[in-house]
């Protein structure tokens, strides 16, 4: 759609983006015009840009292109990757390269609309993450685990069409996230997320979850977390910045079928979204 | 360069192997309008991609590719990346997906000749790859590890430009490779390189030593190797595909100046290349 400012839909095969997966990305959700959470995704686009040492493009810059892009597609998912750039041979980022930045958009996919309030059913991958401190949280775009996991999800899918995530453990058996989602649990009134120091990206919906629960008083805890709690806590929910909150309403033989928690924070994002 | 088979040097931004690194790559050591040692690279491609499910393009399609690349450049360095394509948003592969292939030329590096024969000064990165068995061996382009690596001996190299490779740990501190490169020990005798059952890629040129060595009744052990084992061993050499096998000569305050073994490898691999 947009690259380096220019309309268009295709890169240098030399970008560093194709070659090592070196760069970051973001989906925003967009609405009658506007990105969602535009300073939260910006920020966190800073952040990641700097655990890579790739020079964050301008917001104003990334600003006009995406106004550009709003201008065409108004409601829909926005993509925004930016890149190291073109460089020379080798794995050696080159100071002199400049960064690629990418827009691409595409429609809102069709998730059945209860899942928001009846729930979903998700399931554990059999693929662990691996750990990997240097790049934990980021939102890079080395993502073959996910690619893998979504692949066994799918397989999941062909015998129970209403599968809706796959959540990912890392080798020591501490559950992480969900495929293209965040993860959080209510135990005893208290709201728990797992710690993503070790790999696990740190979406701005996580960000903003917990936001939330500071600014209401709800306590929060981001830790280690077995499947054993997961499986015992009162509710369990994912978050992303597409999907909003989903609640679980199954996953592994429990099932969940209220989530007073998830629904008072759902409606709570929803308000500052609207 | 060439991309599916048409000169040209831009993929979609759709592709998936900018999305999310999904694909494999080769690269390619051409001499005088000649491949040297295809049919491993081939093997190689096809059991990587196999490991991530993608369809390995056909090997007569590949090799009319590749001829069409050594028309024009018949001496230097030739790239072959293969991506699982194009597809929908997603992390899913979708089956329909038509896998992506890309042509690359660079010149040889001008690497300094007497590093293949007086050895190369090496250094142990502070970066510790990550274990995922389930992408260990394969030279897919998730490559955020040896990105962050070469960055750091980038940053060494500004003090001391003799420095030629950076050799990387597991977080268990098994010494696994070098950064662009396979590692080799001689111990008593015996070959001893490191398991890669859970992280690093294993080369082709790692291949052809190990198959070099059990041609010529040399022992030879695949299992861990610590930094303190590897310090004291008779003899250690890195080797790929552009490189060739390059003794080591210093590494971290210990240093060696014979190579018998690593110079008998060298020359038998050089003949089957001649």
Wanted: charged share 20%.
């Amino acid at each position: 759609m947009l690259v380096n400012g220019i309309p268009g839909n295709t890169i240098s095969i030399r970008d560093r983006g194709l070659l090592y997966g070196d760069g970051v990305f973001r989906t925003l959700r967009v609405i009658r015009g506007k990105a969602l959470h535009w300073p939260l995704h910006y920020l966190k686009l800073q952040h990641d840009c700097a655990k890579l040492a790739i020079a964050c493009p301008d917001e104003a810059l990334l600003c006009a292109e995406l106004d550009q892009v709003l201008a065409q597609h108004p409601d829909g998912v926005v993509k925004l990757i930016v890149t190291r750039g073109e460089g020379a041979r080798g794995y050696t980022p080159s100071a002199a390269v400049m960064p690629t930045r990418i827009w691409d958009f595409s429609p809102v996919p069709d998730y059945p609309p209860e899942w928001a309030t009846l729930g979903i059913r998700a399931r554990v991958c059999s693929l662990r993450l691996s750990a990997q401190p240097r790049l934990a949280c980021v939102k890079h775009l080395n993502r073959l685990e996910n690619v893998l996991a979504a692949a066994e999800l799918n397989d999941a899918q062909l015998h129970d069409n209403q599968l809706a995530e796959g959540l990912l453990l890392d080798a020591g058996e501490h559950l992480i996230e969900g495929i293209r989602s965040n993860l959080f649990l209510v135990v005893q009134g208290r709201l728990v997320t797992p710690d993503l120091s070790r790999c696990g990206v740190a979406g701005i919906q996580r960000g903003r979850v917990m936001a939330w629960a500071l600014q209401h008083g709800i306590a929060l805890e981001v830790r280690d977390v077995g499947l054993e709690e997961a499986a015992h806590a009162d509710e369990l929910f994912i978050v992303n910045s597409v999907i909003g909150l989903w609640p679980v309403r199954e996953m592994e033989q429990r099932h969940w079928s209220h989530f007073p928690v998830a629904e008072q924070i759902r409606h709570g994002l929803d308000r500052q979204d609207a």
